[in-house]
């Protein structure tokens, strides 16, 4: 999900890039497996993505350098400059939205969404506390929230991201709730989740990617899942790990792609959906004993690609993959929930 940046500070920025992050290769099926499991291969291959797409792009993405600040700081044995390259991007951006002079201003709603999300998962993991420019990021995304609750999303047909207001909506809930300094309790958030959890308790998820992220925010936010629907979303969730202990992405939705191809459930298990299903099930309590998280566990373990990446094909076009790097982000939370090292 691309959110440009239009204004001149940006030369500093990028004056401002660390040395030692090559721009990955491309993704790909056909990479080869790596030899053994390594989070600083992870590590590495994580910066590479989000400094190369930060500098190039020079905007925020939901596939990228959003889920990059949402995992990286899990990774405190492998420290680099990049995780604070990214940030004082995000944080120039909402330092100048309101400068008229460097026309800074957010091209849509969703950037602030997901640069205060991306913000406030990088204050829980590095200082434990909500950074100045984190609290008025999520306090001006209350600013933009709809009468119903929800927020106007991009929706470009890029599943699963791009697709629809409500992924905008529980989106906001899991970052609200990851937000360090008890953000959730403030006055400004309380009025805005009255809100959006109306909106999430009467609006159906429109797939099961989507309620295993209202699972998520529901570990920490009342009143968005009883007991019955928690257990209930964590039994499909449960159902659809693979023979080879993994998850698809495609198989947590009815997706039609971007390009048109019909949704494969049957479609191999992938990065993006294991991390996923394997992080989100802890947040919910499940043991990292179970067997089904020992499984998917081991699916993590044996299928990391040479380069450090977890390969997710697209669901939408065979260009690029972007997926992948989102789903590396969710590998590595998976792991580190798991306590592995």
């Known amino acids: 999900m691309p959110f440009a940046v239009p204004f001149v500070t940006l ?42 797409w930060t ?25 680099t400059e990049g995780p604070a390259f990214v940030r004082r991007f995000f944080e120039d ?9 460097k026309a800074a201003k957010p091209r849509w709603d969703a ?5 205060a999300v991306a913000l406030a998962f990088d204050d829980a993991h590095s200082s434990g506390k909500l950074q100045p420019l984190t609290r008025q990021a ?23 991201f791009e697709h629809d207001d409500y992924f905008g909506a529980v989106l906001a809930a899991v970052g609200t709730a990851n937000a360090p300094d008890g953000y959730s309790q403030t006055e400004t958030a309380q009025q805005g989740l009255k809100k959006l959890n109306q909106y999430l308790r009467q609006t159906p998820p429109p797939s099961l990617h989507h309620k295993a992220w209202l699972l998520w925010a529901s570990t920490k936010l009342e009143g968005l899942l009883t007991p019955s629907e928690r257990q209930q979303t964590i039994k499909d969730l449960l159902a659809l790990q693979r023979a080879d202990g993994g998850w698809s992405l ?19 298990s992938d990065g993006y959906g294991t991390g996923l299903v394997v992080y ?42 972007y997926i992948t790097n989102a789903g590396t982000a969710f590998a590595v ?7 592995e090292r």
């Open 280 to 321: 989100v099930l802890r947040q919910a309590g499940v043991s990292a004993k179970d067997e089904v998280i020992e499984r998917g566990v081991r699916w993590l373990r044996t299928h990391q690609r040479a380069s450090g990446r977890w390969f997710t094909r697209s669901l939408n076009t065979d260009r690029a993959h």
């Open 55 to 79: 500098r190039e792009r020079k905007c925020a993405t939901c596939h990228t350098n959003v889920p990059y600040l949402i995992a990286r700081g899990a990774l405190k044995d492998a420290p």
């Open 138 to 160: 999520l306090d001006r995304m209350w600013t933009l929230q709809r009468p119903d609750g929800a927020w106007n999303w991009l929706k470009c047909a890029w599943p699963p």
């Open 11 to 52: 030369w500093i920025l990028l004056a401002q890039t660390p040395n030692g992050f090559p721009k990955p290769t491309p993704n790909s099926a056909d990479e080869p497996r790596a030899a053994s499991v390594s989070l600083t291969a992870a590590a590495r291959f994580l910066d590479a993505a989000a400094v190369n």
């Open 93 to 101: 951006r909402v330092a100048h939205w309101d400068d008229e002079a």
């Open 111 to 115: 950037e602030v969404v997901v640069v």
């Open 333 to 339: 939370l998976a792991l580190t929930a798991c306590a």
């Open 250 to 268: 495609a198989s947590l939705g009815d997706w039609q792609g971007h390009d048109g191809r019909e949704n494969d459930k049957n479609a191999p």
